[in-house]
C-alpha cells in the first residue's frame, strides 16, 4: 500500500466515494483540504479522517480551489458532477465542469504543482475493449465530453506551462461509502442494497453486458502513485479483468447468502454499452499498479462491510430502495 507523508494536498470531491477513500489513505501523514459541494458528498464519508486533526473542509465549489490559503503540494481533482444523468437533466453542467477546470489549472500552473485528476472509462464508449488509453474516441454524450475537455486542457497546460498531470480512467469503481451518491451508484451497491432486504434488482437486455469492476482501494493506489507523473499522462485505472452482470449478481447472491432471481426488462437504451475492459499495461509499466483486489474478494469486503448498506443506519436507505426499485441504467 502506497502512502505519501509531509505534503499539503488538496482533494476536491473529497467528501464523495472515491475522494473520501483517498482522504482516509492519506490523512495520517498529511495535512489535507477538502473542497466539495456536497451535490453527492457527505459529511459521513469525512467522520473517520475528521478525527486525524488534519483534515478541513471547504464546503464550495472546486472552481474556488485557490480561495483558501493553503499552498498545496499536491492537488487531486475529483469534485466534478459524476454522473451522465445529471447532465443529461442540465446539459450546463458541462460548462461549469470546464471552467472549473480551468481554475484547477491554473490554480497548479501557479504553484508548480502536480494535478492528478478523475476521467473516466466512458470516453471509450462505442470502441471495442480492451481499452487503450490511445483509442480514438467517439462524441456520445455530456459527461464524456466535460471529461475529454479536461484531458485535452491538460494536455494545453503540459505543452505550454510544463504542467505535470496525470489522468485517471477510472472504470466501474465500486466499494463502501457510495450511500450519498444514491441512485448514482455503482451498481453492484445498488443491487446490494436491494438484495439485502430481498428486492429483485432489474436489468437491462439479458445480464451478459460485461463491466471492468474495480474495488475503491484499488483506485486509490493508482491516484497516490500518479502523483508523482512528470508531463501530462493519461491511465487506465481499472483491473483488466471484466465480468457480466449476471455473474456479479451470482457473487452477491452468495456472499448475501440469498438466492434472489433478477428481473429482466427490454434494452431501453439504442448505444448501450456492452463491455467495458481496461488494457492495463501502461499503468502497470509506468506506475507499477496493478489491481490487486478480484471482484469476488472484493464484494466479501463490501457485504461485511459496516458502511455499505443499511446496517449503518443511514438515513438515506429508505428513499434510496424507493429510488432504486425503478430500472437502472449500468
Ligand atoms: N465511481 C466511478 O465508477 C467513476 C468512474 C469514472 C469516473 N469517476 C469520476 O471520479 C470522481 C469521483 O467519483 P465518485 O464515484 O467518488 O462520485 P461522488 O459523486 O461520490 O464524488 C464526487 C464528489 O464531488 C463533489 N462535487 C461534484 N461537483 C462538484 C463541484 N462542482 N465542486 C465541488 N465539488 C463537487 C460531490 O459533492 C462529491 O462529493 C468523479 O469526478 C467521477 O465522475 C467515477
Redesign the pocket.
Given at each position: 500500500m502506497t502512502t505519501l507523508s509531509g505534503k499539503n494536498i488538496i482533494v476536491?470531491?473529497g467528501?464523495?466515494?472515491?475522494?473520501s477513500t483517498l482522504v482516509d489513505r492519506l490523512c495520517t501523514n498529511n495535512k489535507i483540504l477538502v473542497?466539495?459541494?456536497?451535490?453527492?458528498?457527505s459529511i459521513g464519508n469525512l467522520s473517520k479522517a475528521m478525527k486525524s486533526g488534519n483534515v478541513t473542509l471547504k464546503r464550495s465549489?472546486?472552481a474556488d480551489i485557490s480561495k483558501p490559503r493553503f499552498d498545496a503540494d499536491i492537488v487531486y481533482h475529483?469534485?466534478?458532477?459524476?454522473s451522465t444523468p445529471m447532465y443529461k437533466k442540465d446539459p450546463r453542467l458541462l460548462g461549469?465542469v470546464a471552467s472549473?477546470m480551468i481554475n484547477v489549472l491554473e490554480y497548479v500552473r501557479e504553484h508548480r504543482v502536480p494535478l492528478v485528476f478523475?476521467s473516466?472509462?466512458s470516453i471509450y464508449n462505442g470502441v471495442k475493449p480492451p481499452h487503450r488509453e490511445d483509442a480514438q474516441y467517439k462524441v456520445t454524450d455530456y459527461y464524456t465530453e466535460g471529461r475529454i475537455f479536461a484531458e485535452r486542457a491538460s494536455e494545453l497546460y503540459g505543452l505550454l506551462y510544463d504542467s505535470d498531470i496525470a489522468a485517471m480512467r477510472?472504470f466501474?469503481?465500486y466499494g463502501p461509502k457510495e450511500r450519498?451518491?444514491r441512485e448514482?451508484a455503482?451498481l453492484i451497491s445498488q443491487f446490494m442494497w436491494l438484495m439485502e432486504k430481498g428486492h429483485r434488482p432489474v436489468i437491462y437486455g439479458d445480464g451478459t453486458q460485461k463491466r471492468d469492476f474495480i474495488h475503491v482501494d484499488d483506485v486509490v493506489e493508482a491516484l497516490v502513485r500518479a502523483h508523482a507523473v512528470k508531463g501530462f499522462k493519461v491511465y487506465n485505472v481499472g483491473t483488466g479483468s471484466s465480468h457480466t452482470v449476471n455473474s456479479m449478481v451470482g457473487v452477491l447472491n452468495e456472499k448475501l447468502g440469498t438466492a434472489i432471481k433478477p428481473k429482466y426488462i427490454k434494452m431501453p437504451i439504442s448505444n448501450y454499452v456492452r463491455e467495458t475492459l481496461a488494457d492495463t499495461s501502461k499503468a502497470k509499466r509506468e506506475l507499477g499498479f496493478s489491481a490487486r483486489i478480484p471482484l469476488d474478494k472484493g464484494i466479501s469486503m463490501l457485504t461485511g462491510s459496516k458502511s455499505a448498506g443499511r446496517r449503518q443506519g443511514d438515513p438515506n436507505s429508505h428513499t434510496l430502495l424507493k429510488r432504486t426499485t425503478k430500472p437502472i441504467i449500468t
Open positions: 476536491t470531491g467528501a464523495g466515494f472515491i475522494g473542497v466539495d459541494n456536497m451535490h453527492t458528498g465549489s472546486s475529483l469534485g466534478m458532477y459524476s461549469k472549473d478523475a473516466t472509462s477510472f466501474s469503481v450519498a451518491k448514482y455503482n
